[in-house]
T-cell receptor, first 111, second 112 residues
Framework: NAGVTQTPKFRVLKTGQSMTLLCAQD?????MYWYRQDPGMGLRLIHY???????AKGEVPDGYNVSRLKKQNFLLGLESAAPSQTSVYFC??????????FGPGTRLTVL | SQQGEEDPQALSIQEGENATMNCSYK?????LQWYRQNSGRGLVHLIL?????REKHSGRLRVTLDTSKKSSSLLITASRAADTASYFC????????????FGQGTTLQVKP
């Protein structure tokens, strides 16, 4: 099993550009989450999903959109990237809302 | 705002010594979890302790929870160089959706 995978691993954007980060899990987990991690800080929840077709806002949702069209995939979109969105983005999934399994992260730089 | 506050922010010890990290949180919880993050990697779950538990062990890890003080501690015994990583506590804030609120983490360096 691959667990949780994220694509791409690295990306550099210019201010105003858009992009989509893809998270995929093969553990049949219902719950999926998107976090961002900034230097010296813990993770902050952006959006999450408790099942296919559902999404909800987390702590820092502004500037991001998400979709969960398939149970195994959770997409995070940036419509108009800003330098403040420079960060490392982590996706996670869980079964029953307990232990979360994390992907390797996407390092995004917005110039 | 982040719920968990961890102390110390950084810890440096010699191999074989014990490492203790503390976490404080603000609201009631169902459970508290500890995660490890190696440099440049994703987080890895270490242990979960429920609100009605006071202590839990897993290998060289010992976690305590004091809900009256809203605090937890993670003890790593007989540390190894491979334990060098950042450690985060995370609480669910009584969420039924599995949402976690992470602390800022403790960076542990174990010197060989």
């Amino acid at each position: 099993n691959a667990g949780v995978t994220q694509t791409p691993k690295f990306r550099v954007l210019k201010t105003g550009q858009s992009m989509t980060l893809l998270c995929a899990q093969d553990m049949n987990h219902e719950y999926m989450y998107w976090y961002r991690q900034d230097p010296g800080m813990g993770l902050r929840l952006i959006h999450y999903s408790v099942g296919e077709g559902t999404t909800a806002k987390g702590e820092v949702p502004d500037g991001y959109n998400v979709s969960r069209l398939k149970k195994q995939n959770f997409l995070l979109g940036l419509e108009s990237a800003a330098p403040s969105q420079t960060s490392v983005y982590f996706c996670a999934s869980s079964y029953g809302g307990y232990e979360q399994f994390f992907g390797p992260g996407t390092r995004l730089t917005v110039l | 705002s982040q719920q968990g506050e961890e102390d110390p922010q950084a810890l440096s010890i010699q191999e074989g010594e014990n490492a203790t990290m503390n976490c404080s949180y603000k609201t009631s919880i169902n459970n508290l979890q500890w995660y490890r993050q190696n440099s440049g990697r994703g987080l890895v779950h270490l242990i979960l302790i429920r609100s009605n538990e006071r202590e839990k062990h897993s290998g060289r890890l010992r976690v305590t929870l004091d809900t009256s003080k809203k605090s937890s501690s993670l003890l790593i015994t007989a540390s190894r160089a491979a334990d060098t990583a950042s450690y985060f506590c995370a609480t669910d804030g009584l969420s039924n959706t599995g949402k976690l609120i992470f602390g800022q983490g403790t960076t542990l360096q174990v010197k060989p």
